[in-house]
């Protein structure tokens, strides 16, 4: 067979760039297509937009604290430059994903829907094109909860949130995930009511301690939180209620639906072709091959972490087994997320109660509060703290919560992949004073029972003696 290209990309979101802009960059010859809007969902619809309108959320909520002997001022939220931000910092970060970007990286960028019509073959705009491997990067949309009614009344998704016309007055969340809880302290701040319908655990797959310190936060800006499962909707624009099994009729102006992902994958054409699918997308291997081997999926549009990051990791990884020939599997061992609430929760590798479910006593936890860091102390936000989780000085995890949480993982992540130790982290000299200091800590306390313990006791006391004898 002659092929067209050496590999064909479908989907321009962070998988599909980088994918396709990795095998150009090795010089192949490479189709990117994209239907829509280049840069997914992170740019248009998730991740940018909802950190903008978190940093407007945070400012709002800042200058309205009586802290630090300063009196508050009442701020005055204007929702059209809200908005403005939020759209400001989508054009900002456009050019990095853009057609013309990829195109000067040597892809050809198509912009039409693609459908896979063989193993090596795809349809689009007209055209039939073919390669040697197909990726498929067609990324995820909001899974709709079959709850009664939902179909008779408008309700808002990430991918009309970021477009509202005006600041909702009640906003009724369903679904306490990640996004529920960043959208549901974001519009809070900004002067919402805000009600949140979870059955269960908020933020399920993260630390429970941790979730407590951050649902907390949000019940004292005013968030309610309604434990059960939405059962019925009803109403019209701005006055929509969600009937909640023994609670309650909850009421609000807006609704979002926040309640998980589904791959987007049904006009692609897989079954057809033999592509194996499940209810959380397409089924891949360890190097994000299909059933179909010639087939790779990649990003949100495959059973498994749904996170921008994962996206380029996998990305990458398929560009390198494409061009090179190495074959690249994943590993999650040090996987991390962060939640962007304040307190922001972040997380790397295990949480405790996974590493007690694989590892069970043979774990050891250490703990450090923010209310011991001079940093935290002096800015007045002690808020939270760092849990790291060991098997004897392996470390299998950990989580933050606290102010810049996120930021202060990495070192985290490098000692999980053995690129650094505790022992490294414990004696590094780390600028007075920060919040990094509790990182230091906490890895010094995981040596600390070894630096004091019997051996290097006898060994000081030895050095005494010989010291008081020889002076
Ligand atoms: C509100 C929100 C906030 C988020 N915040 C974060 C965050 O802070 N950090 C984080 O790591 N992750 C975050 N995420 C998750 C992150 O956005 C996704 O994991 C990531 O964007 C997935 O990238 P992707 O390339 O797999 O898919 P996408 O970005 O969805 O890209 C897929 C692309 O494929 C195109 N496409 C689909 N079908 C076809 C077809 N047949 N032909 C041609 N083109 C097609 C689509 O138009 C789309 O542009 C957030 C998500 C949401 C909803
Ligand atoms: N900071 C970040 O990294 C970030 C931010 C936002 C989104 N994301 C990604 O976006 C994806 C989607 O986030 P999400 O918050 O939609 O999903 P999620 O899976 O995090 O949470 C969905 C929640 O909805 C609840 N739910 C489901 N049906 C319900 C019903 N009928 N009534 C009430 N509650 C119901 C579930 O119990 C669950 O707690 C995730 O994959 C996440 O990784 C990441």
Not at 197 to 204: D, E, K, R
Not at 299 to 326: F, K, M, Q
Request: charged share 20%; aromatic share 6%.
């Amino acid at each position: 067979m002659k092929f067209t290209h050496d590999a064909i990309v479908i989907g321009g979101g962070a998988a599909g760039l980088t994918a396709a802009g990795g095998v150009a960059l090795f010089g192949l010859k490479v189709a990117l297509i994209e239907a829509a809007e280049m840069g997914g969902e992170c740019l248009n619809n998730g991740c940018v937009p909802s950190k903008a309108l978190l940093t407007a959320a945070r400012h709002a909520h800042g200058a309205g604290q009586e802290k630090y002997g300063i009196s508050p001022a009442r701020p005055a939220i204007s929702w059209p430059g809200v908005h403005r931000h939020i759209h400001d910092a989508i054009a900002q970060i456009a050019p990095h994903d853009s057609q013309e970007r990829f195109e000067e990286m040597g892809c050809e960028v198509i912009r039409d829907w693609a459908k896979i019509t063989g193993k090596h073959t795809v349809e689009v705009g007209g055209r039939v094109l073919s390669a040697p491997r197909i990726v498929i990067a067609t990324g995820s949309k909001p899974a709709i909860p079959p709850i009664d009614g939902v179909d008779s009344v408008p309700y808002l998704t990430n991918e009309n949130l970021f477009d509202l016309a005006e600041l909702p007055g009640h906003l009724v969340i369903i679904g306490g995930g990640v996004i529920g809880m960043e959208m549901a302290q974001a519009f809070r701040r900004l002067g919402s009511g805000v009600t949140v319908i979870n059955p269960g655990p908020l933020m399920g797959r993260d630390d429970p301690e941790a979730v407590e310190i951050v649902s907390a936060r949000l019940r004292s800006e005013g968030v309610q939180f309604i434990d059960g499962t939405a059962k019925r909707i009803s109403g019209q624009a701005g006055a929509i209620q969600v009937e909640v099994g023994n609670a309650p009729t909850v009421i609000g102006t807006h609704l979002l639906i926040a309640a998980g992902r589904k791959a987007n994958i049904e006009t692609l054409g897989l079954e057809a072709i033999g592509v194996e699918t499940g209810p959380n997308g397409i089924i891949v291997d360890a190097r994000r091959r299909s059933s179909v081997k010639s087939i790779y999926a990649i990003g949100d549009c495959r059973d498994g972490p749904r996170l921008t990051h994962v996206s380029g990791y996998e990305g990458s990884n398929v560009a390198l087994e494409i061009t090179l020939g190495i074959p690249a599997k994943v590993d999650w061992s040090a996987l991390p997320w962060c939640t962007y609430v304040e307190p922001e929760l972040a997380q790397v590798g295990l949480t405790e109660a996974d590493a007690r479910k694989q590892h069970g006593d043979a774990i050891t936890v250490v703990r450090e509060g923010f209310d011991h860091n001079e940093r935290a102390i002096a800015e007045g936000q002690t808020d939270g703290f760092l849990k790291i989780i060991l098997k004897g000085k392996k470390v299998l995890g950990a989580t933050i919560v606290g102010k810049h949480a996120g930021d202060l993982l990495l070192p985290w992540s490098q000692s999980i992949t053995g690129k650094s130790s505790t022992f490294a982290l414990g004696s590094a000299i780390i600028p007075y004073p920060t919040r990094s200091e509790i990182s230091k800590a906490a890895a010094f306390a995981a040596w600390e029972p070894t630096v004091f313990g019997a051996i290097p006791k006898k060994w000081a006391g030895l050095v005494a003696r010989l010291r008081r004898a020889f002076k």
